[in-house]
């Protein structure tokens, strides 16, 4: 089946600074959408993106469906933004669902 | 103009009893998907429904879970006699029609004594 990876696993950052978040896939795709979990555990919609690129206030995301890959960028990070960020897709063809990948767990240092 | 409802937000069972699991979607959507969130794991896909259909069910365990979505009322997921390895978090999603894009819910957290 599809494999969905993300790096880095875990990323500590401090106030302010900036950060990449990455998800490879290794099959066609027709859905992407990137989540953040936070502390609470509630799923947030951040982007659907199957392809090209979206901002959103201090989040951006670009996804090179061509070459698989996805990235999410996080600018002048804030405590809020701690928690797990998760990419999900969808393979081409198939019935609506989506596959996780692991992860990446973000702490933001005040 | 509110979104996927879940109930209730906490579950607790013993070991043996049913739990019954409710998720209202957006309005207007047709398509319906639970996903489970095991400790410390990611989510991982359990089924797809549309109204009064099953159109996935590859990750549903074989036995004891069960999923509708009625044409009247909320989607049901059950799980009949629970044990301690069915301790989860469980997401609703929906979606809809023609459109890829699901939205989640904020989830059942279910534990099992």
């Known amino acids: 089946g599809i494999q969905v990876e993300q790096s880095p696993p875990d990323l500590i950052l401090q106030e302010g600074a900036n950060s990449t978040l990455r998800c490879n896939f290794s099959?066609?795709?027709?859905?992407l959408q990137w989540f953040h979990q936070n502390p609470w555990g509630q799923l947030i919609n951040l982007f659907y993106?199957?392809?090209g690129t979206k901002q959103n206030g201090r989040l951006s995301a670009t996804t090179v469906a061509t070459e698989r890959y996805s990235l999410l960028y996080i600018s002048s990070s804030q405590t809020t933004d701690s928690g797990v960020y998760f990419c999900?897709?969808?393979?081409?063809?198939?019935?609506?669902?989506?596959?996780f990948g692991q992860g990446t767990t973000l702490q933001v240092k005040p | 103009n509110a979104g996927v409802m879940q109930n209730p937000r906490h579950l607790v069972r013993r070991r043996g009893q049913e739990a019954r699991l409710r998720c209202s979607p957006v309005?207007?959507?047709?398509?319906v998907y639970w996903y489970r969130q095991l400790p410390e794991e990611g989510l991982k896909f359990m089924v797809y429904?549309?109204?009064?259909?099953?159109?996935?069910e590859s990750g549903m365990p074989k036995e004891r879970f069960s999923a509708e979505f009625p044409k009247e009322g909320p989607s049901i997921l059950r799980i009949q006699q629970v044990v301690r390895g069915d301790s989860a978090a469980y997401f609703c999603?929906?979606?809809?029609?023609?459109?890829?894009?699901?939205?989640f819910g904020p989830g059942t957290r279910l534990t099992v004594l």
């Open positions: 999900a897709v969808e393979i081409s063809g198939n019935t609506g669902k989506l596959i």
């Open positions: 099959d066609s795709v027709n859905n």
């Open positions: 309005k207007g959507h047709s398509h």
């Open positions: 993106i199957p392809s």
């Open positions: 429904l549309q109204k009064e259909n099953i159109i996935d």
């Open positions: 999603a929906s979606s809809p029609q023609g459109e890829d894009t699901q939205y």
